[in-house]
């Protein structure tokens, strides 16, 4: 896993380089789902303190109780029914798409005393197997939400093409960087809209050079992932 950590960091290191940027302004998001908890562990002594998780019960097992300084992520759609759990498990959620969750979240962390960190995401590859905001609802919805109050409006995630060539992706992450730009410069309650969740372990490269601010990578970090229901503690 160490040398796996050196080659994907290398590769984010290279990428920002080749187009003007600081390394310092990519984070790396160690997709930790389906790995077992000693893997976790193991990512964390090695120094990774940002994971992403797709379902919440599995957040739940590995990531409960928290640990100062490590966030988890749900990257995965959330179902409306998991979203308390969801804000017990994470420091923030990259999936949100409608206004009912935007709502549900606002009076969970209320209740639970708490501030959640979301992501909008949305669906710029225009495919019908990826969830997400339509490209064409995607500004008029996102400025008809209301002004935040536990949450926090952070930025918007993408997931890019799925054809096998990381180019086919960068006209997706241009659009998500300049949503993100319009928002960020014309409404107030988007001050903090900096981040942009976009990029793989396949295109990561380009969704650098467009302006991703954190990589999702799994497989590439941990190796491949053991069978679905192995990540209990031990």
């Avoid at 409404?187 to 380009?206: A, H, N, W």
Wanted: charged share 25%.
């Amino acid at each position: 896993m160490e040398n796996n950590k050196r080659i994907v960091l290398s590769r984010i290191s290279r990428a920002c380089e080749a187009c003007g940027r600081d390394s310092a302004n990519v984070r790396l998001i160690w997709v930790s789902k389906t790995q077992p908890f000693s893997a976790v562990e193991r990512a964390i002594a090695l120094g990774a303190r940002d994971f992403g998780e797709n379902r919440v019960q599995e957040a739940l097992e590995k990531f409960l109780p928290q640990r100062d300084g490590v966030v988890c992520r749900i990257i995965g759609p959330v179902q409306k029914n998991k979203l308390r759990k969801a804000v017990q498990a994470a420091q923030a959620i990259d999936t949100v798409a409608d206004l009912e969750s935007v709502l549900k979240l606002e009076a969970l962390c209320e209740e639970a005393n708490k501030n959640l960190e979301i992501l909008f995401q949305v669906n710029a590859s225009e495919e019908a197997t990826k969830s997400g905001l339509s490209m064409q609802e995607a500004f008029d919805f996102l400025s008809s939400l209301p002004e935040p109050q536990r949450l926090l409006y952070k930025g918007l995630m993408t997931i890019g093409k799925n054809t096998g060539n990381p180019e086919d992706s960068r006209a997706c992450f241009a659009f998500l960087r300049d949503l993100r730009d319009k928002l960020f410069n014309t409404q107030p309650k988007f001050k903090d809209f900096t981040e942009l969740s976009m990029g793989m372990t396949d295109d990561l490269e380009v969704a650098i050079a467009e302006g991703s601010t954190m990589v999702r990578v799994g497989t590439a970090l941990f190796g491949h992932r053991s069978a679905i229901g192995s990540f209990h503690k031990i």
